[in-house]
């Protein structure tokens, strides 16, 4: 157990999975699979596994992803890390190829492929397309698609073994604004389910619900609601789709009022598919959602950061709907 | 292909990295006076006369606009570097003036989207902006988050746009842009409004599938469109030999039957004449043509990383580069050939300008320049409640993070 960065907690999965698979492809544009953290050796995928491997390609992201799923279709386990600035360019490949061929053959291609997306929604003054936090809404809609968003250096090394291990594709959402975060991670492989959420608090007065980028903010709150004296109970989907919908029915039946916070726009954001599975399921409850505007965000950081959900976003939601 | 003779503009081999006897000679061949000889100035070689054909006043507009580029890129990196409360960034163009004021000289830039010539821009925006005639002050207030920029702090660098001018915007990504200009040049086709469009993409563009489907459909239904790649020698931070089989991508344009001219990047006399060519053919009704300017950025992909206050240029480390890392030799090659020097020098052996002169008109244009940056960085910012607007034409979306 060693404190590890998010961005070395991950390359650490998977520089583990492509020494155990030597078929195993990465690819590439602009970031370079690269991590330091102190005291550990840097890992760096391309220098280690060779360019036959791991392939720096020119800015294409459709070819990424495409390449990608050709790979897993022909047998070899492949992922591709694509920025945030195209991470919708290959949704096409994605939705109407990868989400369909297992279905559409019925049930005989294998994609044993990971689509790392990076999102960001985290740094004020980038404007629309660099500071855009949406893509969760957009991948978690597609049937054959597992749709996944940790945000912890510990999920985020443990969903990435599974992510490389499932014969699923998967898309591993990766909020460039978590990269830094710091935490114990172990040293060894070890797997976290692509279909559970995890409970960060236990309470009786109200449950949040979040996601990704979302979480630190919400813990924020959390702590803040505590000092006030509320029995807040903290739910992190980590998966979008499956979405855990037993854990998060149990917790509202307990707490009978549900916060369900997006970083992503309002309209069918993650939280939408939250209250609307619990509305289904627990008589008597009441909802609240906050979630950015429907709205592409401004650079100017005056506005951004106004309309971006944070802490005091969160707890004041929160009060009004225990209060 | 139409191919101007680049034969001593070297550092345009992919993969180049300058023997010592070449870096010497080059360092020789532009040490012995403060400015580059006239020598090495025209060694790109001649595409035709137009730029010689001129207008006094026009050829000393392209020196102003160069030096009005430079000063306010060094003016900005200064203040990222110095001035810990100046919240701008810039993806810097320094080193490139030549191409953008080459092109856009050869443009019409006044009379809105129905008149003016259109320029689709890059991430790397400044230079175009500044070279359509955009209004420094207000670019200046913009990339300052002010609501009184240019587009009111919603842009910033990677978004600023005034269609007045034709200035159709800056892009984030890589790829759509071309595509989207053909669309402009279909729709003049359509209407005959005699309009040209411009679009400027740097080498990393050639990977993306939009590159095929830009020149393809401009092809074939003759498009009054123009493709500038300025291939400064690096995508982000990868050298362009990663992405691109060619030394040259001009090459690109033969299977489509088009004229692909290779250009020295670093002279505005050589891309003006070379823009003249394409936008003559564009106005004939004839088609597309595919410029690349062989050129290179002075400073990181982005921001000031590995600058020095007060120095041109960013040598030092940057964190953002990771594992490639451009060498420092390449960098100090490039310089010995600056498009302001070039410009300067051939005014002047022109008879235009005398040294004296040379130097009014730029202690005038630094004086602008810092102006426009004062008058920003006293603009209101942006009222929180105003980032609801602007999402349809009438009215606002809700504020959702409000319970």
Redesign the interface.
């Known amino acids: 157990m060693t404190e590890k960065s998010w961005m070395y907690a991950v390359l650490e999965a998977v520089q583990y999975e492509m020494r155990q698979d030597p078929n195993m492809l990465w690819l590439f544009e602009l970031t370079a699979p690269v991590a330091s953290n102190p005291g550990l050796p840097v890992i760096n995928l391309e220098t280690e596994f060779t360019r036959k491997r791991v392939i720096n390609t020119g800015i294409d992201e459709m070819w990424m992803v495409a390449a990608t799923l050709g790979a897993g279709l022909a047998g070899s386990k492949a992922a591709t890390y694509i920025p945030y600035q195209g991470a919708a360019m290959p949704f096409q490949i994605i939705q109407n190829h990868a989400g369909k061929l297992r279905h559409m053959t019925g049930g005989v291609a294998s994609m044993p492929v990971v689509f790392v997306m990076e999102m960001t929604g985290q740094t004020p003054g980038f404007a629309g397309q660099h500071s855009d936090y949406e893509i969760d809404s957009y991948y978690m809609h597609i049937p054959g698609v597992k749709t996944v968003v940790p945000s912890t250096p510990y999920d985020a090394k443990g969903m990435m073994a599974s992510a490389l291990r499932d014969p699923n594709p998967v898309v591993f959402l990766y909020p460039a604004g978590l990269r830094e975060l710091v935490a114990e991670v172990p040293d060894e492989q070890y797997d976290v389910p692509l279909d559970k959420a995890a409970v960060l608090a236990e309470g009786t007065d109200l449950t949040i619900v979040g996601s990704g980028a979302g979480m630190p903010e919400i813990l924020k709150a959390a702590d803040a609601l505590k000092a006030d004296g509320m029995s807040v109970e903290v739910i992190d989907l980590r998966s979008l789709k499956p979405m855990d919908t037993e854990t998060l029915v149990a917790s509202v039946g307990k707490t009978k009022k549900l916060l369900a916070v997006d970083q992503t726009y309002y309209t069918l954001g993650p939280a939408a598919e939250v209250v609307a599975r619990v509305a289904e399921n627990v008589d008597g409850a009441r909802f609240k959602r906050i979630a950015f505007p429907d709205a592409p965000p401004p650079a100017s950081p005056e506005m951004f950061l106004w309309m971006r959900v944070n802490a005091d976003h969160i707890a004041n939601a929160a009060r009004k709907l225990v209060g | 292909m139409h191919r101007e003779t680049d034969t001593d503009c070297q550092s345009s081999e992919p993969g180049f990295s300058p023997g010592r006897r070449t870096f010497l000679k080059i360092s020789v061949l532009a040490g012995a006076a403060a400015t580059i000889s006239s020598t090495v100035a025209y060694a790109a070689g001649e595409s035709g006369f137009w730029a010689k054909d001129l207008e006094d006043e026009q050829l000393v507009d392209m020196y102003r606009r160069i030096l009005r580029i430079r000063w306010h890129e060094r003016t900005m990196a200064d203040k990222m570097l110095t001035d810990p409360t100046y919240?701008g960034?810039n993806h810097f163009y320094a080193g490139q003036e030549a191409v953008a004021v080459g092109i856009c000289s050869a443009l019409r830039n006044e009379g809105g989207v129905e008149k003016a010539d259109l320029v689709y821009s890059t991430h790397r925006p400044t230079g175009h902006a500044i070279a359509k005639g955009i209004d420094l002050k207000r670019m200046c207030a913009e990339n300052d988050?002010r609501?009184t920029g240019l587009n009111n702090?919603?842009?910033?660098e990677?978004?600023i746009s005034d269609p007045t001018i034709g200035f159709m915007g800056a892009?984030?990504?890589?790829?759509p842009g071309p595509v989207i200009a053909t669309g402009s040049a279909l729709a003049i086709q359509a209407r005959g409004s005699g309009q040209v469009v411009v679009n400027f993409g740097g080498d990393?563009?050639?990977?993306?599938?939009h590159f095929h489907s830009a020149l393809n459909n401009s092809t074939l239904l003759k498009l009054p469109f123009i493709y500038v790649i300025e291939n400064n020698l690096y995508?982000?931070?990868?050298h362009y030999s990663?992405?691109?089989p060619m030394k040259d991508i001009a090459t690109a344009a033969e299977p489509y039957g088009i004229p692909g001219i290779v250009v020295d990047g670093q002279d505005v006399m050589q891309v003006y004449n070379a823009a003249k060519i394409a936008v003559d053919r564009a106005r004939a009704g004839e088609g597309p043509t595919l410029i690349e300017a062989k050129t290179y950025r002075y400073y990181n992909h982005w921001g000031a990383p590995g600058a020095t206050p007060g120095e041109l240029g960013a040598f030092g480390y940057d964190p953002l580069a990771?594992?490639?890392f451009r060498p420092e030799r390449e960098l100090r090659a490039w310089m010995q050939r600056d498009p302001v020097d070039i410009s300067r020098r051939i005014l002047i052996d022109w008879g235009l300008l005398d040294d004296a002169e040379a130097d009014a008109i730029e202690t005038e244009v630094k004086a602008e320049v810092t102006e426009a940056f004062a008058w920003a960085a006293e603009q209101p910012?942006?009222?929180?409640?105003?980032?609801?607007k602007h999402?349809f034409v009438d009215g606002e979306?809700?504020?959702?993070?409000?319970?």
């Open positions: 919240r960034y988050f609501a702090g919603y842009a910033a990677m978004h892009d984030g990504m890589i790829g990393g563009t050639y990977a993306t599938p995508h982000q931070y990868a990663l992405s691109v990771i594992s490639s910012l942006c009222r929180p409640e105003d980032g609801l999402v979306v809700e504020a959702r993070q409000l319970a």
